[in-house]
Nanobody, 124 residues
Framework: QVHLVESGGGLVQTGASLRLSCAAS????????MGWFRQAPGKEREFVTA????????IYADSVKGRFTISRDNAKNTVYLQMNSLKAEDTAVYYC?????????????????WGQGTQVTVSS
């Protein structure tokens, strides 16, 4: 059974940084694209970023481009999300997800396995 477990969320002030981690088990990690999505209270889940199986292709939502960086360590079955210059509007539950293939993806329907989420709260 595939498990994705996020960690690293917390409460920070505007301008601070956080690094989220997503540890995967029960799958051949290094053949799948991995992504991060987020959901703020009262809003729909939205795409944040994704990285392809090898790590040489990434894609970002415009709202986080230049501030967030996705990376992966296939030896550790882990994907990371480095978040810098955090803003109040980044407050959300952040979800790690596995895509159906190793090609880059950004639509929620292209991902078939989700973690339980980790809360990120940015206070202004």
């Amino acid at each position: 059974q595939v498990h994705l477990v996020e960690s690293g969320g917390g409460l920070v002030q505007t301008g601070a940084s956080l690094r989220l981690s997503c540890a995967a088990s029960g799958l051949t990690f290094n053949i799948y694209t991995m992504g991060w999505f987020r959901q703020a209270p009262g809003k729909e889940r939205e795409f944040v970023t994704a990285i392809n199986w090898s790590g040489d292709s990434t894609i970002y939502a415009d709202s986080v481009k230049g501030r967030f960086t996705i990376s992966r360590d296939n030896a550790k079955n882990t994907v990371y999300l480095q978040m810098n210059s955090l803003k109040a509007e980044d407050t959300a539950v952040y979800y790690c997800a596995r895509a159906r293939t190793g090609r880059i993806a950004s639509m929620a329907g292209q991902f078939d396995t989700w973690g339980q989420g980790t809360q990120v709260t940015v206070s202004s």
